[in-house]
């Protein structure tokens, strides 16, 4: 298995191959798609110009073909929207073509649309089917083996034992398939979730919420609007104590500041690398586009620490506890994208 990584800009590149990353993926959006389409139509869900989450000139990605060359690991461009309007096609077609002739010829891709658009008109790329368009089963993949794809990443809501009956099952062979391992677990499947990830508002996906049943009182628009006055005023108050009480800890303690990284802490699927290595992902992908490089790096160098016990030991219950122990240090976070056990 290889290790796919996110970059949120040419300078993180060196540090995630010096790290062990076989491969890397990015975002590209040119300052002419931000011009005329803005937040509402972005390219690859990531509607972010505040900090690092994606390349926005041309000029840096022939930098970055630059130190493909150099380094020789494989850089994939995605288009991670969920559509697109037809006027746009055009556009990003070009974009695609742009980026071919300085070398690039792996796209992400998740909009089906897009996909026939760019073989009716005769652009030959290699595409990597996102998790976004959520191939769910092996029907799906039938279905989208007619699109010429040479890799399906899964989402994160597929089980391992999906994975394995859409590898087993799927007549067309030595395709490559790619699942998340760190970092950005969600409780929304990406295909279904028409949110915004802007510098405006918060996501969705991090929204505090809780689950109960409806109410007596689910047509009153009176009641629903107290509820949601008192939710702001309660998050508002939260908020503020929050940001006293971290200011007060940095004032005491700003000569002894603990290591905040935790590994796997926003997603972990570490324990179950020897169920997905026999179910035949060939891929694992660490998700980072916007994070910091230096936990990025270090999400890398220990992931590939976790795959290097895997020669070593046979059965999946061992290679779960020796991976808790060494680097977990015993401590599961409850962050699982697979295993079922817990510490």
């Known amino acids: 298995m290889k290790i796919t990584a996110g970059l949120g800009c040419i300078d993180d590149y060196k540090v995630l191959v010096k790290a062990g990353a076989d491969e890397v993926f990015c975002g590209y959006v040119p ?15 990531r509607e972010v110009l505040y900090y690092n989450v994606q390349i926005n000139t041309f000029e840096d990605m022939k930098i970055l073909r630059r130190m493909v060359d150099v380094y020789k690991v494989p850089v994939s461009i995605t288009f991670n929207y969920l559509y697109y309007v037809e006027e746009q096609y055009e556009m990003i077609a070009k974009i695609i073509k742009d980026l ?5 010829y792996e796209f992400i891709i998740a909009d089906i649309a897009l996909i026939l658009y760019l073989k009716e008109n005769n652009i030959k790329c290699s595409i990597h089917l996102s998790g976004e368009c959520a191939e769910l089963n092996r029907l799906s993949i039938d279905f989208f083996n007619k699109l010429n794809i040479s890799r399906y990443i899964f989402h994160r809501k597929n089980s391992i034992e999906d994975m394995k ?32 990830h802007c510098d405006e508002m918060i996501h969705l996906c991090k929204m505090p919420y809780h689950l109960s049943k409806v109410s007596e009182y689910e047509n ?20 503020n104590e929050e940001i006293y009480m971290e200011n007060q800890y940095y004032r005491e303690n700003e000569d002894e500041m603990e290591d ?5 802490k926003t997603g972990c699927g570490l324990c179950s690398l020897k169920e997905l290595e026999k179910a ?15 936990n990025m790096e270090r999400d890398v160098r220990n992931l590939k620490k976790a795959m290097d016990m895997l020669d070593d030991i ?9 991976v808790k122990d060494k680097l977990l240090h015993g401590k599961c976070n409850g962050e699982c994208y697979y295993s079922t056990r817990r510490i």
Request: glycine share 6%; net charge negative.
């Open 100 to 104: 071919m002739n300085i070398g690039f």
């Open 260 to 264: 905040s990284y935790v590994l796997g």
């Open 220 to 239: 009153s628009f009176e009641e629903v609007d107290k509820r949601l006055e008192l939710y702001y005023k309660e998050l508002d108050n939260k908020y």
């Open 31 to 45: 300052y002419e798609w931000n011009k005329k389409y803005g937040t509402l139509f972005p390219l690859n869900r």
């Open 165 to 196: 009956s859409c590898i087993n099952n799927n007549e067309m062979k030595n395709l490559e398939y790619e699942a998340f391992i760190l970092n950005e677990r969600c409780h929304y499947t990406g295909a279904f979730c028409n949110s915004l």
């Open 280 to 294: 035949g992902v060939t891929h694992l992908k660490v998700v980072g586009r916007g994070n910091s490089i230096e």
């Open 314 to 322: 046979e059965d999946s219950e061992s290679y779960e506890k020796v």
